[in-house]
Every structure is written in C-alpha cells, then in structure tokens.
C-alpha cells in the first residue's frame, strides 16, 4: 500500500557546470522545489539525457538511473576517509551522466541526525561504538532518514519509475511505498579503505546494505 504525500513542484531550474578534484567535469541541470514536507532545500541534479530543461512527457521516456544521495560534508566535500560518502558521490556523477538520470542531493547529514551529532557519534565511535551503536547512544535511531522528499522530487520532475542506485534495500523499499515504481536496484561500487573498513561491515551487517566485502580473518 502506497502512501499519499502532497505534491511538490519545481522553483527554479538552472545549467550548471560540475568539475570534480579528479578532473571529471560534466554538465548538470538543478532543480530547486517548493512544497517538499521537511521544509528543507534539497537538489535535484539531472544528468546526461535530463540535464536539458525538463520535459514534459519524462514520464513517458524509460525509466532513469536515480541515486538518493544522503549529504555528507565531512566527504563529500572534505574528503573524509571515514565513510565512503565522497566516491559514492563521484561514482553516482558519471554514471549518470553516462546513462541519463537524477542525482537527489538530500540533506540528511550524518543518516538523518545532523553534523554536530555526526562527529559526535565519531567520538563515541572513536572510544569502540560502531556507527549504528553510537546514534543509539546519542538518543537517536540507527538511521533516521526519510525518503518522502526523494518521492515528492521526482513527482515534481514527472518521474513515476526508475532505476535505482544504491546498495541499501531501505531506499527501494521506501521509495515503493511511497508510489515510485522501481523498476531495478543498479549497485554502487564499494569503496573500501583501512580507514572505513569497520564503517562498511557495520552498513553490510547492521544496516543490510548489500556490499561484497572481503572476509577478515583473526
């Protein structure tokens, strides 16, 4: 059973040109939105084949490569290497751009409770919590965000279907419930380091993010 959200629409619409540290540059079109429920200003970044203006029979073209994106200024900006945020982002960058589709830039730091609370979990996870165990100890759940905006974007951009791509079944199945029609789930790479390699195994075996990390043995 679907849940009904109110409709949002489009602000404002505008060409801008991406250039990442590695080079890579592309073109995107960005979306801002007027009546997303959580009030926030989150982005909507149409790439290769949506990066025109939009077009009004979207709905009827085949369904677009999608990453839901959860902001991370500590990496995808700062380069952090405790999470895999940054390269998740450049990844999502390229090969949408490759194949036609959105980037939605949502701001939900740190899962959905906020940058200070972020490093304070990395505190807690500094002192041996993982990173699921230390929003619990900070009051919050393991992980508080909410795709409603995600759907509501791309009602606004007048896409009802699309390909997915995320390794956490928690997006699919939110975004299903909310009336948008997944029509597969496209993997991102794993960008494994000895810095978030216990950030990743807790995603793989508390949060059920499907991730082929290697076996560690003792």
């Not at 991406?18 to 970044?45: Q, W």
């Not at 203006?53 to 405790?82: I, K, M, N, W, Y």
């Not at 995603?203 to 003792?218: F, I, N, T």
């Amino acid at each position: 059973m679907s849940v009904a959200l109110p409709a949002a629409t489009v602000r404002t619409q505008v060409t801008v040109p991406l250039r990442f540290p590695d080079g890579y540059a592309t073109t995107a079109r960005v979306f801002t939105f007027d009546g997303l429920a959580d009030g926030r200003e989150h982005l909507a970044f149409g790439l290769g084949d949506r990066s025109a203006p939009r077009d009004r029979d979207a709905a009827r073209q085949a369904a677009p490569l999608v990453r839901p994106h959860s902001e991370c200024l500590t990496g995808d900006v700062f380069g952090s290497q405790r999470c895999d945020c940054g390269p998740q982002l450049r990844e999502a960058v390229e090969r949408i751009t490759d194949r036609g589709g959105f980037l939605l830039y949502l701001r939900q730091e740190g899962r959905g409770i906020g940058l200070y609370a972020k490093l304070e979990a990395y505190a807690l996870q500094d002192a041996g919590l993982d990173t699921y165990e230390a929003n619990l100890a900070l009051g919050h759940r393991p992980d508080e965000r909410d795709y409603g905006v995600a759907a509501q974007m791309l009602g606004a951009l007048g896409v009802p279907r699309i390909a997915l791509l995320s390794n956490n079944p928690d997006k699919a199945k939110q975004l299903g419930r909310l009336g948008v029609t997944v029509t597969e789930r496209v993997p991102t790479g794993v960008f494994l380091s000895a810095a978030n390699a216990g950030y990743l195994a807790a995603k793989a075996s508390r949060g059920e993010h499907l991730l082929d990390l290697p076996l560690v043995h003792d």
